[in-house]
């Protein structure tokens, strides 16, 4: 009980819920959607932290559930009607059994060979959906623009995408803590110490890894139906996208691995930065900064993992001795 | 020591780095405003430009792929859209019923091909730099995306490099497209195959297997079994195969005609995988890949291949409205230094139809824009431009035609590409059978 008064815990929380918050009481759009991206990757990242933060195992293939989930629940709203909050759930739990059966095969491997069966599981999965005709094959699923009129018309539908989100990486922070704080989570956390010391000492290690695999793995099942939702229609290139696993990746890097601030940290900062390198219209000579926002934004990624490899929480950890009781 | 004060440059540059991104936005309006003035020069209609009318400045809204897999064709169709705005700024903008002049800017963002912030961006140009017009990012599933936000807010959005049908049956009433759609890509093809030769009854389709090779070959499929063809085979491969000869095995030898084909790179593999295999198809009709002038690249794979193009600097079409396909080709080339592909050209009509309404609806509402968009029905340079206005199919461009060029050779045995189809713009009769 006492692990939930952690200022470490409410901070984060607070942080999550001032930034998804912002735009509901401004009624503002635009900050929606900046809201809407970078909530999803704080709660990809966040996700993806269990599996890679807590566990050791670094997963390439994060993107997969997030595709798969997304495409099971346009499909269930898409042919069976179903209201957006059950197709949330079920693209979850469809993402979750994924992971579960997958879990024990590939969890078996370690360090590279794992990250590598991970990409290879997504591009399997990837080939697969774009042959599967009750998902439409390679032309993907499309949504009629009045599917939003049973939630209000598409600006309320989008609100709605919005509110969702926020609950998902309320939940994806509330959730994440509990798992670091219980036993199952130190069970996780020696194995990304020692994995073999970890199983002399009890840990039924197959098991805990499959379960850490399961919970990262039913987060961004719901957030690919929330945003494939939100854009009305769902590809294969878009939904496996392996760009967006490697950004979830370096968002982790960027605020530090294995703790609970930081993937909300490095994704916040990632995405922000990103998002306004896109739209400045500061100027570089003659050239638009925006021109040049690959490279600001590669640059800086090295800077970050040559000089502060914890990332920023860690870093912050280490130096400052007191910020230890106050981060987490 | 050495290790903190690392440490700290490295948090500083973040810092720094922030700060200027969120820092200067005051200096936009400088390239803006050059661009005009150097096209003033080469624009035809420059001394028209009204003395002193009361002016307005609408703002055109549209995402780019400026970095990523489209940015080719993306760069392209950007090009063609803001030569139409540099002249239709430089003639004197458009006069409107109440005697204001509009005159056009541009704000557009980088994409980066990829779906993740079309919606972040879209929402950012109608609310925050209060667009009045939007135009599509290129390819259908981002138009898709876009859609969504430029409908809930009530902005016209003409597509260009969107070719889907089906975003055109979602139940959009201010989406417009400039392309003729993915189901009529291939099926002049077949039309050209009967006007050549009446026996011709096997084909073989062969496509990538993506959205928009596949939406093109089923409105094809579905065409030729109306029209009496026997397909023979229908076989997708996957996007990036270099490797075709397992799918060249299964093609019957007797077959007559071979279409299909998906983008560049893999439509050009397939023509010398075809030439090298020795296939004897009479007539080969291949997606995207042949209109391209690299296409022959491949020598005599390449002869007798023919291929649907948006359009083609040798069609020569009596435009009513905006320029002649000469002096767009003439303009295009000393402002940018190339020769328009059809993706600049789209990017030049989705303009001209824009142009076309609000000179027709005499105002910037939307409500009128969006009537005389609709009624459009108008030959440009790009061709027919004419949108259909039923409830189920709302803005899929009903006018526009595709060309079908062929590649043959001139009178010294070089390739050329020449227009056989329709035949009001044809430039040289079909070659048939290629063998």
Known sequence: MKQWLHPGFWL????????????????NAGLRETGFTILLAISMAVSLNIIMGYTGYVSFGHVVFYGLGGYTGMYLIDTWGAPLPLAVLGGGATSAL??????????????????????GVNEAVRTFVANFKPFGGPTGIELQFSVYKQYGGAADALWLTYYGVIAISVF???????IKTSKFGLGLMSIREDEDAAEVMGVITPDAKTM????SAFLPGMLGVLFFFKNGNVEPADAFRLGFSIESLVMIMLGGQGTLLGPVIGALGYQRLRGLLLTSDAMIGSLPLKDFQLVIAGLLMLVIILFIPAGLVGWLRQKFAFLRRILV | MKRSLFNLFAVLVILSLALAACGAPAVEEAPAAEAPAAAATEAPAAEEAPAAAVEKTAIVGFTASLTGKLNVESTRQNNGFKLWMDQVNAAGGVPLADGTVVKFDSKFYDDESNKDRVQELYTKLVTEDNADFLISPYSSGLADASAVIAEQYGKIMVTTGAASDSTYQKGYTLVYQAYTPASAYLTGSLDLLANADAAA??????????????DVVTALEAYAIEKGYEVVLNEGYDSGTTDFAPIINKIPADVDAIMGGGHFADGQQFAKALSDKGVAAKFISLLVAPPEPTFAEIGDAAFGIVGPSQWEPLAAFAPDYGPTGAEFIEAYKAAFGEEPSYHAAGGYAAGLILQKGIETAGSLDVEAVKAAIDSEDMMTFFGHIKFDTSAENHGLQVGHSMVYVQWQKDASGALVKQVVWPLEGKTAETVYPIK
Do not use: Q
């Open chain 1, 212 to 215: 850490a695999f399961v919970f």
């Open chain 1, 12 to 27: 984060t929380l607070l942080i999550v819920l001032a930034l998804g918050l912002a735009p509901v009481f401004t009624r």
């Open chain 2, 201 to 214: 009854k096997k084909i073989a389709i062969v496509h990538e297997n993506d959205k928009f090779s596949t």
């Open chain 1, 172 to 178: 994806a922070v509330i959730f994440s803590y509990y």
């Open chain 1, 98 to 119: 994924l992971a579960f059966g997958l879990g024990k095969a590939i969890l078996r491997l370690r360090g590279a060979y794992f990250a590598l069966a991970t990409i």
